[in-house]
């Protein structure tokens, strides 16, 4: 829960729980939306179904103007949230795996997970599958280390990178996340598909 704990406004005990709270509307989110369906999953990346778009578009919005929002009226300090270091060639070469894995598979780690809790057999070849992989990558480490931080780039964030204030970027991002829906909304009735 981020600042929460580093400030002791919550004990570390509920932290735990309000995560394991937030973990399970997340996954019941997921399932109502259809996210354990790996059909409309990849639809995505068809044409025929945008929901994922839409969803994760709207959540990243959210989350953004909540946490603008939040730090305009003082109520977080947005130097102690986390950001990961970005290291460019292993982000790009590890999304291209994923990428080619979600469109394969139908599923990316949260949703396969999503689909294994109502008893999607496919998902738990898709977990099995991320299981190896994570093997794989940690066995051979020493292979690709160099790769993995190449490009480091230390944790910029997209303003500072186009160098706006948060605000123009919660604005453009905004415009970008309607067109999206735009063009989304054309492309389901473009290619449409019969229920699946």
Same mark, same amino acid.
């Given at each position: 829960m981020g600042p929460l704990i580093v400030n002791e406004i919550i004990p570390e005990g509920l932290n735990l729980f309000l995560a394991f709270v937030i973990g399970i509307g997340f996954g019941f989110v997921l399932e109502s939306s259809g996210f354990s369906s790996s059909r409309k999953l990849a639809g995505m990346f068809y044409g025929y179904d945008t929901t994922v778009?839409? $969803? @994760? @578009?709207?959540?990243?919005?959210?989350?953004?103007?909540?946490?603008?929002?939040? &730090?305009?009226?003082?109520?977080?300090?947005?130097?102690?949230?986390?950001?990961?270091?970005?290291?460019?060639?292993? +982000?790009?070469?590890?999304?291209?795996?994923?990428?080619?894995?979600?469109?394969?598979?139908?599923?990316?780690?949260?949703?396969?997970?999503? +689909?294994?809790?109502?008893?999607?057999?496919?998902?738990?070849?898709?977990?099995?599958?991320?299981?190896?992989?994570?093997?794989?990558?940690?066995?051979?480490?020493?292979?690709?280390?160099?790769?993995?931080?190449?490009?480091?780039?230390?944790?910029?964030?997209?303003?500072?990178?186009?160098?706006? &204030?948060?605000?123009?970027? +919660?604005?453009?991002?905004?415009?970008?996340?309607?067109?999206?829906? $735009? $063009?989304?909304?054309? &492309?389901?009735?473009?290619?449409?598909?019969?229920?699946?």
């Open positions: 778009l839409k $969803v @994760f @578009f709207t959540a990243a919005i959210t989350a953004m103007l909540g946490l603008l929002f939040f &730090s305009l009226f003082g109520w977080i300090d947005l130097s102690l949230v986390y950001i990961n270091p970005t290291f460019m060639t292993s +982000a790009i070469v590890g999304g291209a795996i994923m990428g080619a894995g979600f469109i394969l598979g139908g599923y990316c780690p949260g949703t396969s997970f999503c +689909a294994l809790s109502i008893g999607k057999l496919d998902a738990l070849a898709f977990i099995g599958g991320l299981f190896i992989g994570v093997f794989i990558f940690a066995e051979g480490y020493p292979l690709w280390e160099t790769m993995y931080k190449a490009n480091n780039m230390g944790a910029p964030t997209m303003n500072t990178i186009l160098g706006v &204030s948060r605000g123009v970027f +919660a604005f453009l991002l905004i415009i970008v996340a309607l067109a999206m829906f $735009v $063009v989304g909304e054309w &492309s389901e009735k473009k290619f449409p598909r019969d229920e699946y």
